[in-house]
Structures are given as structure tokens and as C-alpha cells.
């Protein structure tokens, strides 16, 4: 044999793709995954295996082996880009992250509805078709003081909803500081746009007064629209004009207000030790005809926009045709019903509701945590990190109370020879079976601990990093 042939002989001994799928190893492969599934990836398997070879690898692996690599490959393909994960960044409501958890009672209704049949549009008392929306509508009226109530699938949706169904073709008066861009670049502007509406700017970027909105109104005026700024303050030299004065002019005017809250809360933040936020109840107390509002921020639920107010108003918003393209379906209405009932009992919400309970959380509380952690992940990531104990700020998130922060408390992970350690070990720990994402900033990686709830698994889950490849 020459030179030459040597790379192809050794090539040859690469097993069949029969050969490896006769063994025990790929045949429970064919059953997990069925046999066309199973067969490609033994192909890819074989191929990678013949390149690596082709580089100078020792020797072809056997038919164990590759149908142990097409088993690995096959798995990784079927685990889930959803999967769960530690919330480590020291931002509760996380857009990225999916926002709110839910309550587990709102867990089991969610189960509940996707196993079975359920009423969704069927009046059980009559025998006739029923409403979707009758299963929250007394809720957030009992909640909110509000006469009726109506849902659909995100806040957004609940903006475009209303505009397009009180504005089309006519004009929305809406004052400059409050024509906001969130997340995801999301410009009220847009929306606007969207719904069909003419937008007639008032005041400036930093104030607005009330005869700003008086001066605008005209004979094209549906709407005045009220906004709440999310995710920025104006500090400084500001001015605006209220929402229970903004509802006297609307009212003068004979148009509707409509306020949208954006994140939006049912109770008082303040007894968690929050700033106060106006709360929806209050909006409906100062006389808006429509308030919008988030299911998955504050309020701690799945994701779904509430519009609440004036019952004409709401039953103009339902007999749009766009509503239907907007509705929730059953498993989201089983959960948000569930998340709302907790409600009823506000003293004992922050036992129930997981949102809740991670932002009142103490610093004093999540220290003591950090302290009992920090020597099992020291162990975990070896030595060539350092570990210790930290002071830090959590955010609230998703747009709501953008300028206050959170004492809390976490990890400091730095790298003891950097060289790229810590991005290694950024994303080592991404790549774990249930995954950890923390923040590096100033020289470390933070792991702020706010939201951890279920510490013996995030134990376990970091003592399979392998720190001798972290080491570099």
C-alpha cells in the first residue's frame, strides 16, 4: 500500500449506516425518535466522523460509539429552546426572559384547559353559544370599579384596538412627552399609524399643559390619548397634565379619554415597599372612557391586554372586526382568570403570586441566600474563579417603574487570570441543561439571586460545569 491509499483505507473502516442502526444503542433511537430521524443523524454523525479523520483524527470510531454521538446529536435537537432557566440578571419582569411566572394555580387552570374540552363559547346555564370574555369580564370589573371589560392578546394590541375602533379617519390628541419607543422598537407614532388615526401633537418634549389640549380639539377630535412613558422619566423642568383633569377636558369636549397605563397594577405597590403607582382602579375613578393595561408585567399573569372602562365604549371595542384577530385563546383565559382570582385576597397575594413575591423580596433575605451559596458555586467553578458575596440593585423591568431599582444581593464571579475566562464561563453556564444567565459588568459576573426560588436545583444544575475547561 502507498502513501497515497492510506488515508482512504483508514477512511474504509468507517461502519455502514446499517451497521450502526443494527445496534442496541441506535435501536432504541428508532423508537424514541423514529427511524427516519434516527438514520439522518447516524449519516451526519458518519460524516462528521469522515472529516475529522480527513484532519488527522487517530482512527474511526466504532458502531457504538457513532451511535452514541447520533444519540447525543438527537437529543440536543429535541430539547427545547424553551426550556426553563435561572433568572439571574436582576431583572424580574425580563421581555427576553418571558416576564411574569405564573402562579401555580394558574399553572393547574392553564393544564386543566389544555387537557379537556372546556366552555370556552358555550353558556352551560342556556345551552347556547356564550362569550370568551365573560370569564374575566366580572373580575376586572369587581377589580377595577370599571361597568365592563374586554381582553385580547397583548397591551400593544389593546392600544390599536381602541384607537382604531374610536378614531379611524379622525384625529387623536396626544401630548409629545408620551410618544414613546419600547422594547423591540415598538413607537406609539406607529400605532397610531396603524390604527388609522391622524396624531396631533401637543406641548413639548418636557411640558404640557391643559390649554395645549384645549387648543387642539376640533371638529376631527375622537380621542384624547394618555400614555403612560414605561420605560423613561423626564426629569427637571417638566410639566403634565394629569389624568382626572385630562378626563374633565375630554369630557367637555364630548370625546373619550383613553389612558393607557402600559405595565398597570391592581394593588398598591407601596405596601411591598415600591414607589406607588397609580393603580387601575385609580384610572377608572378619574374618569377615563378606556384604560389599557398588561397582564404579563406587574400584574403577574400570562400575556393579555385588558382594556376596562365605560360599557358603550367596550361594546364599541367588541363589535370591532379586528377583535377577533386579537383574542386569547382558552389556555391563556384559564390561567388569567386563575392569576385574577388571587386578587380577591391582596393581604395574602405575595404568597401566591411569584412576580410579587421576587420583587418584595428583603435585602437582608437574599444576602443570607448568597452566603449560603457562595462556597458550593466556588466549589463548583474551581480555582481559577473567585467567589464572593455582593451588594446590588435589581430592576423591576418591562417598562414599569423604569427609574426605581431594588436593593438586593448576589454573587460576584471574577476570572483569576482573565484571557476571555469569564465570557468562557458566560457561556458554559448558557449551555447547561437548565441554564444560568447572569449580567458581567465592572470586571465580574453578577448572579443577583432575587429571583431564585428553587436553590437545591440551581445547586445541582452548577456542579456539572467542568472547570477544568473553564480553566482554558
Given amino acids: 500500500m502507498t502513501a497515497s491509499d492510506e488515508p482512504s483505507s483508514r477512511l474504509r473502516a468507517l461502519p455502514s449506516v446499517t451497521a450502526i442502526l443494527n445496534t442496541t444503542i441506535a435501536a432504541e433511537l428508532v423508537q424514541r425518535f423514529g427511524r427516519m430521524a434516527s438514520t439522518e443523524a447516524v449519516r451526519e454523525t458518519i460524516d462528521q466522523a469522515r472529516e475529522a479523520m480527513k484532519a ?28 426553563p432557566l435561572f433568572n439571574l440578571t436582576g431583572t424580574v419582569l425580563h421581555t427576553n426572559l418571558g416576564r411574569a411566572v405564573l402562579a401555580e394555580s394558574a399553572i393547574e387552570a ?27 369580564r366580572t373580575l376586572l370589573c369587581e377589580l377595577t370599579g370599571a361597568q365592563d371589560a374586554t381582553i385580547v392578546n397583548n397591551n400593544a394590541a389593546a392600544v390599536l384596538l381602541c384607537l382604531n375602533t374610536l378614531a379611524q379617519d379622525r384625529e387623536t390628541i396626544v401630548s409629545r412627552g408620551e410618544l414613546i419607543e419600547i422594547g423591540g422598537a415598538f413607537r406609539m407614532p406607529d400605532i397610531m399609524a396603524r390604527a388609522g388615526t391622524k396624531m396631533v401633537e401637543v406641548g413639548t418634549t418636557n411640558r404640557t399643559h391643559a390649554k395645549d389640549y384645549r387648543a387642539a380639539l376640533g371638529a376631527q377630535t375622537a380621542v384624547i390619548l394618555k400614555v403612560h412613558t414605561s420605560n423613561y422619566r423626564i426629569l427637571g423642568f417638566t410639566a403634565e397634565v394629569g389624568a382626572d383633569e385630562l378626563a374633565s377636558i375630554a369630557t367637555e369636549a364630548r370625546v373619550p379619554l383613553l389612558n393607557d397605563l402600559g405595565s398597570g397594577t391592581l394593588i398598591d405597590l407601596s405596601r411591598f415597599g ?52 386579537l383574542r386569547v385563546d382558552k389556555i391563556r383565559l384559564a390561567a388569567i382568570e386563575a392569576t385574577l382570582k388571587l386578587y380577591r385576597d391582596p393581604d395574602r397575594l405575595v404568597n401566591h403570586l411569584p412576580t410579587l413575591r421576587a420583587l418584595a423580596r428583603s435585602r437582608n433575605e437574599i444576602g443570607i441566600q448568597a452566603n449560603r451559596l457562595r462556597p458550593l458555586v466556588a466549589k463548583s467553578l474551581g480555582p481559577s474563579f473567585t467567589v464572593e458575596t455582593c451588594e446590588c440593585e435589581s430592576q ?3 417598562g414599569a417603574l423604569p427609574l426605581d ?12 487570570n482573565g484571557g476571555g ?8 453556564l448558557r449551555g447547561l441543561r437548565r441554564p444560568v444567565i447572569g449580567r458581567i459588568a465592572d470586571g465580574g459576573l453578577t448572579l443577583d439571586l432575587r429571583c431564585l426560588a ?13 472547570a477544568d475547561a473553564l480553566a482554558g
Avoid: W, Y
Avoid at 488527522?56 to 426550556?83: F, K, T
Avoid at 431599582?405 to 483569576?416: V, Y
Fill in 396 to 398: 423591576i423591568g418591562s
Fill in 454 to 466: 428553587d436553590e437545591q436545583e440551581f445547586v445541582t444544575v452548577v456542579s456539572e460545569l467542568n
Fill in 274 to 325: 415600591m414607589q406607588k403607582e397609580p393603580t387601575v382602579g385609580d384610572a377608572v375613578a378619574q374618569g377615563a372612557g378606556l384604560i389599557t393595561f398588561s397582564g404579563d408585567k406587574l400584574l403577574g399573569g400570562p400575556q393579555a391586554g385588558f382594556i376596562v372602562g365605560n360599557s358603550e365604549l367596550i361594546a364599541q371595542v367588541n363589535r370591532n372586526p379586528m377583535k377577533r384577530a
Fill in 421 to 428: 475566562a469569564l465570557d468562557r464561563l458566560a457561556t458554559a
Fill in 405 to 416: 431599582t431594588l436593593a438586593s444581593a448576589g454573587l460576584m464571579i471574577r476570572a483569576e
Fill in 110 to 136: 392553564a393544564t386543566s384547559a389544555m387537557r379537556d374540552a372546556v366552555a370556552l363559547e358555550f353558556d352551560l346555564s342556556t345551552g347556547k353559544r356564550g362569550e370568551r370574555d365573560d370569564h374575566v
Fill in 56 to 83: 488527522g483524527a487517530a482512527a474511526a470510531p466504532d458502531a457504538e460509539g457513532l451511535a452514541r454521538q447520533a444519540s447525543v446529536r438527537l437529543d440536543e435537537r429535541e430539547r427545547s429552546g424553551l426550556r
